[in-house]
């Protein structure tokens, strides 16, 4: 429930928790060969290289209400790519309504920028299994405020700018601000679950689960695509190229390796 501005807390001075929003993305192909394996790792350093990533961040800047003080970007070779973005608070003169809301973030239409004592970062890991039949792709991204700007509001916004098979979010609130009493705050908003977070179209998406520590201000959870289509998992071709044999070997194999990344332990299905 949102509180009235009449409601709302007074503090004594700065408010200075932190909050940290970790988006962890996973994209999985499967690759026959080492070219195919090289032409997907060239077509995700390419998706996702560092001049997108930075556009993204920027956008994750707008929503949350922040002033950018610094941008550092960096492409790798062979591949993957960095950035960091250092943030403030900025002029905000009234806390945004929306900060007190489980609800979805918005799609920014443009940016604006203005983020202090924060900071956005990004890191790509391109990664291939050693006989070369799958491919992943992993994008961590953590969105780090303090104050009263919510992370949490770019989490729809991410979502949507990542082809995403298996997800992995945390959210947890740090240290502590007071009231004018004195007394000390761990947390200054209701929050039941990261899921309240994520549009209702997206939850029908996932199987998702969740692993929360309520008295220690930390949500976790994981997603994973409920929709397995072959052809989403191939590059370079499509199932019909591969005889019935192949698709089951193939299908196998890429569920065994969304399964072992969704539940964080390897699986022995012999």
């Known amino acids: ?61 707008d929503i949350i209400g922040a002033h950018v003080l610094n941008i550092a970007k960096q492409d790798y070779v062979p591949q993957g790519a960095s950035v960091t973005v250092l943030v403030s608070e900025g002029p905000i003169v009234e806390v945004p309504d929306e900060s007190y809301d489980e609800s979805p973030g918005p799609l920014p239409d443009s940016v604006v920028l203005q983020l202090d004592k924060s900071h956005i970062t990004v890191h790509t890991y391109p990664e291939y299994h050693p006989d070369e039949g799958i491919s992943t792709f992993r994008a961590d991204i953590d969105v780090s405020t303090c104050g009263e700007i919510s992370p949490l509001k770019a989490l729809n916004y991410l979502i949507h700018s990542f082809d995403t098979d298996i997800m992995t979010i945390d959210y947890r609130i740090r240290g502590f601000t007071r009231d004018i009493n004195g007394h000390k705050l761990f947390i200054d908003h209701e929050i039941g679950s990261i899921q309240n977070y994520i549009p209702d179209e997206v939850q029908e998406l996932y199987h998702m689960i969740d692993v929360n520590v309520y008295q220690e201000n930390i949500f976790h959870t994981k997603c994973k695509l409920k929709e397995f289509d072959l052809d989403n ?13 192949e698709q089951q070997e193939i299908t196998e194999r890429l569920k065994l390796e969304m399964d072992e990344i969704y539940y964080g332990k390897n699986i022995d299905r012999s």
């Open 1 to 61: 429930m949102k509180p009235a501005s009449e409601e709302r807390i007074t503090l004594h001075g700065f408010n200075n928790l932190t909050k940290t929003l970790s988006f962890n993305m996973y994209d999985i192909c499967y690759t026959k060969t080492r070219e195919e394996r090289e032409a997907y790792i060239e077509y995700i350093d390419g998706q996702y290289n560092a001049d997108r990533l930075t556009s993204i961040l920027k956008n994750v800047s």
């Open 233 to 245: 998992y191939l590059f370079g071709y499509t199932k019909d190229k591969l005889s019935a044999r």
